[in-house]
């Protein structure tokens, strides 16, 4: 396995980043960059170009000898929905908005059971 594998797979896991991601993000088969990541298959210049690019890095980021990942900061909810890179102000406001979206879609359902169950209370008599 090669240093620019071992890098980025440490930073994967640092930042709890899905192979799935990085395979959407760069067009790369989730197969073939499997076999890349685990270092069955051997990385093309291109792929690390690809696969830098989908981390916001150039390649000779993950190319260091003494390559470390500095530890992720704890994130606030609204963070979560853009956690590969930096939220700009207009992507925390969508996340807020999603945040409340979900909020009421839960209080929905669970008023929804309510009324379920007290409908079907008064149909058996209770």
């Known amino acids: 396995m090669t240093k620019y594998v071992e890098n980025v797979n440490a930073y994967l896991a640092e930042t709890k980043i899905k192979q799935t991601y990085i395979s959407l993000r760069t067009g790369i088969d989730t197969k073939k960059l499997s076999r890349i990541l685990t270092g069955v298959q051997?990385?093309?210049?291109?792929?690390?170009?690809?696969?830098?690019?989908?981390?916001?890095?150039?390649?000779?980021?993950?190319?260091?000898?003494?390559?470390?990942?500095?530890?992720?900061?704890?994130?606030?909810?609204?963070?979560?929905?853009?956690?590969?890179?930096?939220?700009?102000?207009?992507?925390?406001?969508?996340?807020?908005?999603?945040?409340?979206?979900?909020?009421?879609?839960?209080?929905?359902?669970?008023?929804?059971?309510?009324?379920l169950h007290l409908a079907e209370g008064v149909m058996n008599g209770y």
């Open 42 to 115: 051997d990385i093309s210049a291109t792929d690390m170009e690809r696969i830098a690019g989908a981390l916001g890095e150039k390649a000779e980021f993950f190319l260091s000898d003494d390559f470390c990942v500095e530890p992720m900061p704890d994130f606030e909810p609204e963070r979560i929905f853009f956690y590969g890179e930096e939220p700009t102000p207009e992507q925390e406001r969508i996340a807020e908005k999603m945040q409340e979206l979900l909020e009421n879609i839960d209080e929905v359902m669970s008023a929804k059971l309510l009324f």
